[in-house]
């Protein structure tokens, strides 16, 4: 597939349970009535912030990089499922997942510093998951984790942690899509509907413009809903009068109250929610039917978005996918470009 961007290439999903979350090593997935929305704005103690701005307060030593370890992300997911945990300890979990590769060597403080939560609340989350206290589940963590310490990051600047960050968010999400099969039920969600709204607010504004962008070129009715205040419910009425089945949501930190409310409205009108979000942690994983978790970075003021993006692509080549006449949408529109000299090359 071409036109204007767009790359041909594979995609699929199919998923189920409410909320249902694309897990393996990329988040940890909230579990049945577990899955409650998170009172916390978003992981690793950013509470108080601007959207999408990094807060400080944390111990340099241990906030120069959050690496991530897949196979450690990995065992930490199988310890939290199946467990009912509170807002503020889905939140110290989001927080170990993240750091997954520090989490053995984390004290208690620390890791109450990093998730923005009380020592206490740590402890009592240790717990809740079966253990006699935090350094029962550190000593435990230790066991199954690889025997060193990922080492500092010598000579690299901020700049270039950063960039390392991302890569890890976006091995993470390779390694989800082991199993493909959320991203394809979603992309015949989204295909099968029409119109398709597509929603995102504040610092979210930018995926769902770039999905809506592309979208429209194979989807034959896309409505961006990229502004809150109350026409945002009239939106939402005009695409369910217009025969919409599904709303595809991006969520990211710091997550909008006015996102909340959209979403259990649009569910309370009958629309399946999809949604793209930061965590199975975020505020608005309560108030969807199918999630899809991308992991953002938070090592630069601002947060970055790669592994939310390239999501939003993957889901796209999932509706193509699943529209039968995308390709001959793509190539109509190649050659209309082609005709009017849109592009220089």
């Known amino acids: 597939m071409s036109g204007d961007g767009d790359n041909g290439g594979a995609g699929g999903a199919a998923a189920g349970g409410e909320p249902k979350n694309m897990g393996g090593a990329n988040e940890v997935v909230a579990s049945g009535a577990g899955a409650q929305a998170a009172g916390a704005s978003s992981a690793g103690g950013r509470g108080a912030q601007a959207d999408g701005v990094r807060g400080g307060g944390v111990q340099a ?8 370890d897949t196979g450690t992300a990995a065992r930490l997911q ?21 750091r997954a590769a520090d989490a053995p060597f984390l004290s208690s403080v620390e890791l109450a510093e990093l998730a923005g939560v009380s020592q206490p609340s740590v402890t009592r989350f240790a717990v809740a998951l079966g253990f006699d206290g935090y350094p029962a589940l550190r000593r435990h963590l230790r066991e199954v984790a690889p025997t060193d310490k990922p ?20 091995r993470r999400l390779a390694a989800a899509f082991a199993d493909p099969s959320p991203v394809i039920e979603a992309g015949r969600l989204l295909a099968a509907s029409r119109p398709l709204p597509v929603l995102g607010l504040r610092a979210a504004t930018a995926q769902a413009a770039g999905f809506s962008y592309f979208a429209r070129k194979v989807h034959p009715d896309v409505r961006l809903l990229d502004e809150g205040g109350t026409m945002l419910t009239d939106r939402i009425d005009a695409a369910v009068r217009a025969g919409a089945a599904a709303l595809l949501c991006f969520a990211l930190p710091r997550h909008p109250r006015e996102v909340v409310d959209a979403l259990d409205y649009a569910r309370t009108a009958g629309l399946t929610v999809v949604t793209v979000a930061d965590s199975a942690f975020a505020p608005v994983a309560h108030h969807t039917d199918l999630l899809l978790p991308a992991p953002v970075g938070t ?8 592994a939310p993006m390239l999501l939003g692509r993957v889901l796209l080549e999932a509706m193509c996918d699943a529209l039968p006449d995308a390709q001959a949408r793509l190539e109509e529109f190649d050659a209309g470009a082609a005709a009017r000299g849109l592009f220089v090359e």
């Open 299 to 306: 090592g630069l003021a601002f947060d970055t978005a790669c």
């Open 151 to 170: 080492g500092d990051t010598g000579s690299s600047n901020e700049y270039q942690q950063a960039v390392q960050a991302e890569i890890d968010n976006l």
């Open 61 to 68: 030593g241990v906030d120069a990089v959050a690496t991530a």
């Open 78 to 98: 199988k310890l939290f499922e199946g467990h009912r945990l509170t807002p503020t300890q889905r939140r110290i979990a989001h927080c170990m997942v993240r």
